[in-house]
Antibody
Framework: EVQLEESGGDLVEPGRSLALSCATS????????MSWFRQAPGKGLEWLGF??????????EYNASLRGRFTISRDDSAGIAYLHMNFLRADDTGTYFC????????WGRGTLVFVSS | DVVLTQSPLSLPVALGQPATISCRSS???????????LNWLHQRPGQSPRRLIY???NRDSGVPDRFSGSGSGTDFTLQIISVEAEDAGVYYC?????????FGQGTRLEIK
């Protein structure tokens, strides 16, 4: 069974950094792109970016609205995708989801990030 | 950025009745490879989204056949033949043709 589980969500002060993890199982992780999304409380969904598989070049694409503050990486040996977030702001508050593939075939349950002083 | 406009934003439907949600794109979603990367997702309260349909009309594994997607170019539709209680929640269209990928505002389906 394919599983994705996000972790690392926390309460952080504005301006700080935070790293989220997406642990996976049940599929050949190294062969798939991984995507990240978020959802502000009571709001809709926002695409943050993806990282392609190494066999497809490992290319990363990001939502330009993030202004380079977020970085996606992957550890194929461990089956984990990461989202590193810098210079966090109050409007980064929300639930963060990882998803399988660029087309978001399967989603994790999400992890909550709360940015506040 | 591509703007996806869904309608209606709220959709009360009685059990057993059909439902239709529209998603209109600000530009064509046909990719250079000839595919149209338009997905439909469903999110129940307190849960993560679940993809129902990919590339306009392909049902994901385990998705009941009462769900169908159609459309082309800039106009797309999700249809539910006969609504069941578990279909309540918010439906989103999402485009994966143009960067950045974008979503519609969401349509809240409520069981009357």
């Amino acid at each position: 069974e394919v599983q994705l589980e996000e972790s690392g969500g926390d309460l952080v002060e504005p301006g700080r950094s935070l790293a989220l993890s997406c642990a996976t199982s049940g599929f050949p992780f190294e062969n798939y792109a991984m995507s990240w999304f978020r959802q502000a409380p009571g709001k809709g969904l926002e695409w943050l970016g993806f990282i392609k598989s190494r066999s497809r070049g490992g290319q990363r694409e990001y939502n330009a609205s993030l202004r380079g503050r977020f970085t996606i990486s992957r550890d194929d040996s461990a089956g984990i995708a990461y989202l590193h977030m810098n210079f966090l702001r109050a409007d980064d508050t929300g639930t963060y989801f990882c998803a399988l593939g660029g087309a978001a075939a399967l989603w994790g349950r999400g992890t909550l990030v709360f940015v506040s002083s | 950025d591509v703007v996806l406009t869904q309608s209606p934003l709220s959709l009360p439907v009685a059990l057993g009745q059909p439902a239709t949600i529209s998603c209109r794109s600000s530009q064509s979603l046909v990719f250079s490879d000839g595919n149209t990367y338009l997905n439909w997702l469903h999110q129940r309260p307190g849960q993560s989204p679940r993809r129902l349909i990919y590339k306009v009309s392909n049902r994901d594994s385990g998705v009941p056949d009462r769900f169908s997607g159609s459309g082309s170019g800039t106009d797309f539709t999700l249809q539910i033949i006969s609504v069941e209680a578990e279909d309540a929640g918010v439906y989103y269209c999402m485009q994966g043709t143009h960067l950045p990928y974008t979503f519609g505002q969401g349509t809240r389906l409520e069981i009357k």
